[in-house]
């Protein structure tokens, strides 16, 4: 099977024979590849395995893109990698693999994989095990994509192509290794990939590539919670969520991944908040700006949240609780299908509730809210309201000038306290009497002006 899929692909050659492109065909050069990932293939080559630079880190460098990190695959198996480096941990059941730490790199190196028996796979065709072991052909035949299918030697510099690989990074195409409806049933992840690179890559989806995934998009329900949060950040934290989102409706995958989305894309103002707020986050992302996860995530839900909440108060709920009530039914809903981290809820939480308390600004309470350790992310979440045309303008307005004014200028911005003084009800346990029987009243200073402004 392996010799017929590789023949498909690249015609005239051998399945156990890749194309070597030399340092004088691509632009790719070994000082561009990590010192920590360059340690560990010198190191397995002197332990007389083969080892290359695989994967994304070798498309992106011929596409001019500076890698995040870098991949080395191997045919040493794990437990004869760890022995070779001080530190090193086997990790993974469905796909061990080894983590080299080298220096401040962590390395990740994986042993050449074969294709899977039928049963690798659950009743969907989903991948339940993905370790056995096989040549570096077959393990170029069963990765996703042909422009992750390349190998890049440190050494000599050479880039080794069993699958067509090279010539779709030239020409910035997407293309799955196999058949597209086999491939996807092993993996549906594949499909939220395929998305997200050729945004990422400025590339187009072959047509074989992209047809099915309309058909197969429920197929994205099999993916456990945690995997579907992971794929779902990297997609929309790459820096062009914008077009990745745009991509997913025309290609049917945004139903159901994000529940809340569907809603909020069908509602003007929700469409408005939420494009501004992918537009600011793909900014910090090619600045390389830090960007919170739990604060994208609370853009997207926002509008769910607001539509639950004024449901509530129409029904004469208290409006604090009610927001609780809401916050935590929209949370609930989305985990049956994406399983956003208990950190990232907390944290989504406290930039919630805290929006009601910007339109707080007497008294003691600007102070107070300027002291919590969420106000920034909250204050930007305001600002992020206010350009999206849903809070007032002034408003934000207020709190950016009240941050840099000095005690003076914030106490003339101080609004009047409005809110009524309560008074402590007298009892008559305890009072001094006056010589008529009267009782006397307490000195000091007047009922309720220990109550919080």
């Known amino acids: 099977m392996i010799r017929r899929l590789l023949a498909r692909f690249v015609p005239g050659l051998r399945s156990d024979a890749p194309r070597v492109y030399g340092p004088d065909k691509h632009p790719v050069r070994a000082g561009q590849v990590s010192a920590g990932a360059r340690q560990v293939t010198r190191r397995l080559k002197e332990a007389g395995f083969k080892a290359f630079i695989v994967g994304g880190a070798v498309r992106d460098l011929m596409l001019g893109i500076a890698p995040k990190d870098f991949d080395i695959a191997t045919d040493a198996h794990p437990e004869q990698v760890k022995p ?7 990790i ?3 796909f061990r693999l080894v983590h080299v730490h080298a220096g401040g790199d962590v390395i990740e190196v994986s042993t050449f994989r074969a294709a899977q028996g039928t049963d690798a796979t659950d009743e969907h065709g989903r991948l339940i095990s993905d370790n056995v072991y096989g ?3 077959e393990d170029a035949a069963r990765r996703d994509f042909t422009v992750n299918a390349l190998y890049f030697d440190p050494e000599t510099e050479e880039v080794w192509d069993y699958v067509g690989g090279v010539p779709d990074v030239r020409a910035r195409r997407m293309k799955l290794i196999g058949p597209p409806v086999t491939r996807y049933r092993e993996d549906p992840v594949r499909m939220l990939r395929a998305v997200r690179l050729a945004a990422k890559l400025g590339c187009t989806i072959e047509k074989k590539t992209a047809e099915p ?3 197969l ?3 994205i329900g099999n993916v456990p919670p945690a995997r579907l949060f992971d794929e779902v950040q990297k997609l929309l934290l790459s820096g062009h969520a ?3 989102l745009r991509s997913l409706r025309e290609h049917g995958l945004h139903r159901g991944l994000l529940p809340m989305i569907d809603v909020i894309l069908d509602q003007p103002g929700g469409q408005r908040f939420i494009g ?3 537009r600011h986050t793909d ?3 090619r600045e390389d700006r830090s960007v919170s996860p739990a604060f994208l995530f609370a853009t997207l839900l926002w509008h769910e949240v607001l539509g639950q909440w004024a449901a509530a108060k129409g029904k004469g709920e208290r409006p604090l609780p009610a927001l609780f009530d809401a916050m935590d039914a929209v949370l609930s809903q989305q985990a049956q299908q994406l399983a956003i981290p208990r950190r990232f809820e907390a944290t989504i939480k406290e930039v919630w509730s805290l929006q009601p308390r910007f339109e707080q600004r007497a008294g003691q309470r600007p102070f107070r809210l300027l002291e919590h350790p969420r106000f920034r992310m909250a204050y930007d979440f305001l600002v992020l309201r206010a350009e999206a045309g849903e809070a007032q303008q002034p408003l934000a307005d207020w709190w950016t000038r009240f941050q840099e004014a000095g005690d003076e200028e914030r106490a003339a911005m101080l609004k009047p306290d409005e809110a009524p003084k309560k008074r402590r009800r007298s009892r008559g346990r305890g009072r001094k009497r006056r010589e008529d029987g009267a009782p006397e009243e307490r000195s000091g200073a007047p009922p309720g002006d220990d109550e919080p402004g």
């Open 135 to 137: 040549t570096q052909a």
């Open 217 to 219: 998009a429920d197929l």
């Open 84 to 90: 070779l480096f001080r530190r090193a941990f086997v």
């Open 213 to 215: 995934i309309p058909r």
């Open 276 to 278: 501004v707020a992918l």
């Open 242 to 244: 914008v077009e990745t």
């Open 283 to 285: 900014e910090r992302v």
């Open 92 to 94: 993974g059941r469905r």
